[in-house]
């Protein structure tokens, strides 16, 4: 019985350890209103695998031109790159760290009187 349980323990440690692994390597779904007048908008959450990898941005909707980084509540951000037209990968550097949180902020321009609808999918790496 003990034998049966370590067993089991084991194979929940590494399916756990496994996903937290994968967590910034796989693309996630993002849709999301950025409101007018240079405001922001963030993506779902998601945890760096890699410290300073570039995220990975691909765009399905856009409404209109953003600017887009990756930005952490831990520390760490990237340069705002603009967002022109659909497709991507469009890559976006920064500093954050390995295993900190990490999500795209999206900006709208200061001139922009309607809200912005962005879709797509991303990862943090």
Known sequence: MKKKFAVLALAAGLLAA????????????YDVIVPRFNDNA??????????SASADLKVSILGKALDARVYSYSGGTGPWVRIETVGGPFKLPNSI?????????????LTQLVDVRVKGEWRSN
Do not use: H, I, L, W
């Not at 990490?102 to 321009?109: T, Y």
């Open 18 to 29: 496994g996903g937290v692994a994968q967590a910034g390597t796989k693309y996630d779904d």
């Open 42 to 51: 963030f993506t779902p959450q998601q945890t760096k695998s890699t410290t």
């Open 97 to 109: 760290k390995a295993g900190k949180d990490a999500r795209v902020e999206f900006s709208s321009d």
